[in-house]
């Protein structure tokens, strides 16, 4: 953004920049949820073991604390970048950023830590990261033919091969309790999206911008982070699998309004009521929005629950990149729809069966794996 390295193509500087913070993100990640667990008492002061439900509502709460503080950065910054955006250019937007991880930066050098025990390094899992990063990193620069669905495959390929290297020595059942865990997560995750022809279309047909983008961004972190709050203590009491059956059920009947959108019901409305569609969005993003953040908990709960004694900053590491292959696999899902139904700036004739088909994909998926494996991975 402030064309400080002129002598490099900006295609290879932005891959650079995004293989930087995706490690970033990595490291940030690991070390935060391996606390997450550790700071959790798996005994009374006497010594004597807790119940494991109180175990389990302690974990589902740190995540609560977690997904808060998330929601709570989001919300500080979504409004003003809207703002800054009109205001400013894009680039300048970028560079004004950096404070919050200059931030970040000060308050790491000036914590004070206190020495813990070295462990051994385990080189199955070291290694096998480098190899693994290198193959990745050489298929996403070399213009390799089908390089996105290599890259997850091989990814797949590792990751389970390092989960079974980690939970080698546990008892059958629970690793059985484990692998109907990851399936469950993964499908939840793995949903397909509808790809930038919605937000072309919210821009150019709806008459969105990006000011109203960034109020409809911080409302709803602002709103997500009461639900977190409000909802949080019923969420970490029921049972992990019947809370991500629920949030399947809302999740695809708060996406009607987007369908109703892409059908120009708000010219209905705008006749018939007055409203158009600002007001439906404003009113959609109002009843998503407590929902927004409350899947992770149950899904980052049950990752916790499972952490091996010993292994837990490991184990959220290959778990978190389980999730977020979910995210590529999701991706390219979008991809393959937006093949089948051609969406382009301008031309928005196949979008109605795209999102419909997007939304379907999102609810039937889901559920079908919690109502099969549910039971088995709690």
């Known amino acids: 953004a402030g064309g400080w390295f002129p002598a490099f193509d900006l295609d290879t500087l932005y891959v650079a920049a995004k293989l930087v913070i995706v490690i970033g993100i990595v490291f940030q990640d690991v070390v935060a949820d391996a606390m997450s667990t550790e700071v959790v008492d798996r005994e009374n002061p006497d010594g004597s073991p807790r119940p494991k439900k109180d175990i389990e509502h302690d974990l589902g709460m740190v995540q609560v604390l977690g997904r808060l503080a998330l929601t709570f950065g989001i919300f500080a910054v979504a409004g003003l970048g809207g703002l800054l955006a009109q205001i400013y250019s894009y680039q300048s937007v970028f560079l004004l950023g950096l404070a919050i991880p200059a931030i970040s930066i000060t308050g790491a050098l000036l914590v004070r830590l206190e020495r813990v025990p070295v462990k051994p390094v385990d080189w199955r899992i070291l290694g096998?990261?480098?190899?693994f990063g290198a193959v990745v990193a050489a298929l996403g620069l070399g213009g390799v033919p089908y390089s996105q669905e290599l890259i997850f495959l091989v990814s797949m390929a590792v990751v389970v091969a390092m989960l079974f290297a980690v939970v080698g020595d546990l008892e059958?059942?629970?690793?059985?309790?484990?692998?109907?865990?990851?399936i469950i997560i993964f499908v939840f995750r793995a949903t397909p999206g509808v790809g930038e022809g919605y937000r072309w279309f919210s821009i150019d047909v709806l008459g969105f911008d990006e000011a109203f983008f960034g109020t409809l961004a911080q409302i709803g972190a602002g709103l997500a982070m009461a639900g977190t709050w409000l909802l949080a203590d019923t969420i970490t009491r029921r049972p992990v699998a019947l809370v991500l059956?629920?949030?399947t059920v809302f999740y695809a009947i708060l996406s009607l309004p987007n369908v109703a959108l892409v059908y120009r019901v708000d010219e209905w409305t705008s006749e018939m009521f007055g409203f158009g569609a600002r007001t439906i969005a404003l009113i959609d993003t109002a009843a998503e929005s407590p929902f927004a953040q409350l899947s992770m908990i149950p899904m980052l709960t049950l990752i916790a629950i499972h952490a091996p004694a010993g292994r837990r900053a490991t184990w959220f590491a290959l778990m978190a990149s389980l999730m977020n292959l979910a995210l590529v696999a999701g991706q390219l899902q979008t991809k393959y729809l937006n093949w089948v139904f051609a969406v382009d700036r301008g031309q928005y004739g196949e979008l109605p069966v795209l999102l419909v088909?997007?939304?379907?994909?999102?609810f039937v998926a889901p559920l079908t794996v919690i109502l099969l494996f549910g039971r088995r991975a709690t």
Not at 172 to 181: D, L, N, S
């Open 172 to 182: 059958v059942a629970a690793k059985r309790k484990i692998f109907f865990a990851a």
């Open 245 to 247: 059956l629920w949030l």
């Open 357 to 362: 088909s997007a939304v379907i994909i999102g």
């Open 128 to 131: 096998g990261g480098a190899a």
